[in-house]
């Protein structure tokens, strides 16, 4: 079974940079496209960024475009979250995913993703 621990969460300022790491330290997830997400409070749970399974392909939400960047390395079975310019609407509870291999469209809508970190709590103070 793939299982995904994140890490990387912190405080930080507004403006800083902040860095994310996502390991499966179960099955690998090599052949799987993966994404990463974020809930707050009063703010709906966001698809903000994916990536296909050997990196050629990437997808960011308006939100985090031009500043955060997804990337992976299926030798160590990790994939990262750089977050830049970092502001306090970033506040979040950040979580990374992975879809089934062969499951469809790489990208797809959001819903399509099975397994699923616990989440690293990111905090932008003003």
């Known amino acids: 079974q793939v299982q995904l621990e994140e890490s990387g969460g912190g405080l930080v300022q507004a403006g800083d940079s902040l860095r994310l790491t996502c390991l499966s330290t179960g099955r690998s997830v090599s052949t799987s496209a993966l994404g990463w997400f974020r809930q707050s409070p009063g703010k709906e749970h966001e698809f903000i960024t994916a990536?296909?399974?050997?990196?050629?392909?990437?997808y960011y939400a308006d939100s985090v475009k031009g500043r955060f960047t997804i990337s992976r390395d299926n030798a160590r079975n990790a994939m990262y979250l750089q977050m830049s310019s970092l502001t306090p609407e970033d506040t979040a509870t950040y979580f990374c995913?992975?879809?089934?291999?062969?499951?469809?469209?790489?990208?797809?809508?959001?819903?399509?993703?099975?397994?699923w970190g616990h989440g690293t709590q990111v905090t932008v103070s003003s």
């Open positions: 990536i296909n399974f050997n990196g050629e392909n990437t």
């Open positions: 995913a992975a879809r089934r291999p062969w499951s469809g469209s790489w990208l797809g809508s959001g819903r399509e993703y099975d397994y």
